[in-house]
């Protein structure tokens, strides 16, 4: 990697992504190579590659959802204008193309950057096993070339396929980046908010994509805490803002979707507190077998995430990866009709307020502490390092119920094995007091036959604060707890 090569000074963050895309395009190997980029949309994928090919001297092309031919005639007058060709450039197929990308490093390493790839593959499907023919590893054109060819997209059911199995591609690329969005202390940070509070109420409505703040509601930041039901009116709840329709393009714009409504209708299970498989079919109203498709095809696309339940690991949980997706189900499409009138969209908001604390708020806090345990806790918190973060379910026979853990901690014991350091209760606008702690007594009893509980922290996470019974109770050695202001520290820098 060449350290002369700085991070651009308008770039937020992405110190790992910048490093991974200039090592790769200054890696030294004397023939092509080929990377790969993807993510969600809106994260800054666009920005990364302008902003390396601007300080390599790089050739980027950003494909549009348009025919072979074109396409082809639009990339050719792209290469003409970068090499300063004299006469006009003409491509009479893909494998013509290709081979001229390669030609375009000459004698030195060369960023070559197709964004949007998808667009380009839709219209010709074969156009990855061209690249893997022209990238042969004894092929004279890839031996002559030092580019670094890097294939971009945001359809990430797409992008995934690309180095998977036995795809075309697969075994040829040295980089597979993925962007990813920020999470809750970058976004507290990027969007300029000190007040932990009203973080967390930012980025349980948009999270961590960048865009959201700079093109979409033009830095429009909430002023403090006062200020953000207002805030949510004006941005996510405005129909004349592009937040307001962006959770319904996120959908559409993946490829080979049949049908928009049933994979809307599962994510809207999802966002109404359906966890399992089992739950979203009853909610969608088909049969379990009707959904492992959409299912799957959800988590390819990166909206959807499937996590085992740390307690029974046949058990599978799926939740929201974008928090705006989570808003949009619980709160904007339920009265879709009445927020795109905006005839009185703050007495609706008053009215669906309850909605947001208990679909949006509850869950997004738990899922907060989670990744504050898994990135940020101190490591000698729970008493052992860290392996897996999630949460599970408790039967409990003796009294006909089931407990759902929010929080459950494993860790790697000095010795090597593997323990039980904590369970926990997650509660976002709940003072929690002893009862709480009683419940998670009971829950480690009940584990105590499975698991080695002898090590188990109890811990509670409130953002309304602790009774004086359970702040007394945590003097105790196995009682944590965890307030907002720990989850967002004010020297975040050191985090």
Known sequence: MDPLISKPNDMFDRD???????????????????????????????????ALCEATGGFYFAADQATESESLRYLAAAVAEFTQSPLPIHFDDWRQAVDTLLAVSGERELPVVIDEFPYLAKASPVLPSIIQSALAPR??????????????????????????????????AGLELIVPTLDYLLAAEFWEIADPRLAFLVHAVVGGTPAYRREFVEDDAPANLADFDDWVLRTALNPSSPLFREARYLLSEEPGLRDPGLYHSVLAAVAHGNSTSGGIASYVGRKASDITHPL??????????????????????YRINEPLVTFYQAITRPDWAEWERARDS?????????????NVLGPHFEEVCRIWV?????????????????????????????HEVDIAVFGE??????????????????????????????????????FDTSRTKLTCYSAAGFMPALQAAANQGDVVLINLDQLYPKDRADQ
């Open 16 to 50: 790992r992504e910048w490093r991974a895309l200039i090592g790769f395009a200054t890696s030294g190997q004397p023939n092509a190579t080929l990377g790969v980029v993807s993510g969600r949309r809106r994260q800054g994928k666009t920005f990364l590659l302008e």
């Open 139 to 172: 092929r004279a054109e890839r031996r002559n070339s030092r580019a670094r060819l890097l294939l971009c997209g945001s359809a990430m059911s797409f992008m995934g396929s690309l180095l998977a199995g036995g795809a075309p591609l697969r075994g040829r």
């Open 296 to 317: 799957a095809v959800l988590e390819d696309c990166g909206l959807l995430r499937r996590e085992s339940d740390l307690f029974r690991g046949n058990r599978m949980i």
């Open 346 to 358: 703050a007495r609706l908001w008053k009215r669906r307020r309850h909605r947001f604390e208990s």
């Open 374 to 402: 898994a990135d940020y806790a101190p490591d000698d918190l729970f008493g052992g390092h860290i392996t897996r973060v999630g949460s599970g379910m408790v039967n409990d026979p003796t009294q006909k119920v089931t």
């Open 413 to 450: 014991l000095s010795d090597g094995t593997e323990a039980l350091l904590s369970i926990g209760e997650a509660k976002w606008n709940e003072v929690m007091g002893m009862g709480h702690l009683d419940r998670l007594h009971r829950i480690r009893d009940l584990l105590s036959s499975k």
